[in-house]
């Protein structure tokens, strides 16, 4: 990776950006995709370097820019202050330091001009924000913790013309208000623009993606890297294609009988019998129906999931034959089971029962998704208590008149809770009440917004409210919710910077097989690059110096050696 300071200028302010990517792969005849990194209110430093080196370890060339310019004072909060209110009080300055960052940008004769991007961190997020409403030549932006609330940011005005740019937003629930989420939800409406706003809690805070801050959650870190990861993708290579599920030779598929209480039900398996076995068991995910019963469109998710390597089970929650046929019959199957919680319950259940039953399937990893009908059951699921790892809902129906409520009384929510939502499907409101049950039971979720004008139904293949962008979406945020359900939730992302091994003082030594962990002593000793001895408590372990790696801020760094493990050290 190619990595190095750039100076440029905007109007007489000299700015110092910090330009990291792949000279193998970046060149005049193959050009790259560029991602622009507007810093948070503390200047561009070393975490605004290090996102741009995780762009450039994507395949494109990450520039983070020098909103504030060269030699302007950030170390101190009331530095901050003073360099970031300058900016949010002038729009006008605001938006021409990041257009001379993106002219910057453009002048490289690797990039490609017409696949650029923007992304933004707290005072950065508020800009990308401004970009969007503003107007800008960018195929997208996404902002993190990104100041929302209309003191900070432009408003869309009526005058305003249609925003073109592809907005992602990820808030803590901690960190914007419900009202202020509600008013830009608006705003991007009235704006007809493509957008995307993905809430985080369990006590979601500013600064969140901050890896040494004191608010970071590495959950909605890594969550909103992997959602940014595959919405630069959409922007540069197009939206992919909707993810469906035909019958396939491959897969096991069958109608299976079951009960519950008196009530005979026939639900759907599908699965993989050469992957999942008594002796190889596999996770399950059981499909809650919509409200006109579990038909082709269920028993298609379930192919779905086994496609990805999982049990697939469509539950029947209605019952075997009872009637379907119109809205009628729906509006009356549907209204039981919401109007008696408790019978819902068991209905699904006693899909869970029959899922493991099953000796391929591991009883320990188990995860229930619904979609409409099937979404208010899997939030009524969450709330009432269950053993699954995790529930998704896709356009739910989460008012207050069709779900359950959480009481003072009730118990924390284990499983985790993942929600996909149409803007003109749930109220801003009820999507509100249901974060703060949420956040009162201690419950790990995360709330997705999708619009323009994302209706009831988005998921539906077939369906008048079918929305492509909203269905990939989500789906794509399900696999990945999924995978750390049952894998575990990766490690967030690095990129820390490579350097030669001079000026480092060792912070602690260990020999092969042993991770150390303390802090410096006043006796270690200076490392020069080369093979030297460390002698240090009575042993002696040689080691030669290969590269260093500098995390942000400068606090520490890790160098590697043959034969022994990594080492913690102090960069000086």
Known sequence: MKTSLQNYTSNTTTCQGYLAYDETKCTASSKCPAVVVIQDWNGMNDYEKERARMLANLGYVGFAADIYGFGTPAMSMTDWIAASGMHRGNPDLYMAKINAALDEVKSYDFVDMSKIAVIGYCFGGTGIVNMAILGSDVLGVVGYHSGIQNTSRVMCSSSSGPIKTKILLHSGVRDDTATDVAVLEEEFEAANATYEIQCFGLGVMHGFTDFLGRSYNKRADVRSW????????????????????????????????????????????????????????????????????????????????????????????????????????????????????????????AALDKVKSYDFVDMSKIAVIGHCFGGTGIVNMAILGSDVLGVVGYRSGIQNTSRVMRSSSSGPIKPKVLLHSGVRDDKATDVAVLEEEFENASATYEIQRFGPMVMHGFTDFLGRAYDKGADVRSWGSTEFFLHELFLGMPDAVRALEDSNCSGVVAATQAPPGTVAATTMAPDTTTMAPGSVTVTKVKETWPWTCQAAKRSQRGRALLVQWPQVLPIRLVWM
């Open 226 to 349: 992997a959602s940014t990861e595959r919405f630069l993708k959409e922007l540069f290579l197009g939206m992919p294609d909707a993810v469906r599920g035909p019958e396939s030779a491959n897969l096991n598929a069958s109608l299976q009988n079951y009960t519950s209480n008196t009530t005979t039900c026939q639900g759907y398996l599908a699965y993989n019998h050469t992957k999942c076995t008594a002796s190889s068991k596999c996770p399950a995910v059981v499909v809650i129906q919509d409200w006109n019963g579990m038909n082709d469109y269920e028993k298609e998710r379930a192919r779905m999931l086994a496609n990805l390597g999982y049990v697939g089970f469509a539950a029947d929650i209605y019952g075997f034959g009872t009637p379907v046929e119109s809205m009628a019959d729906w509006g009356a199957a549907s209204g039981m089971h919401r109007g008696n919680p408790d019978l819902y319950m068991a209905k699904m259940n």
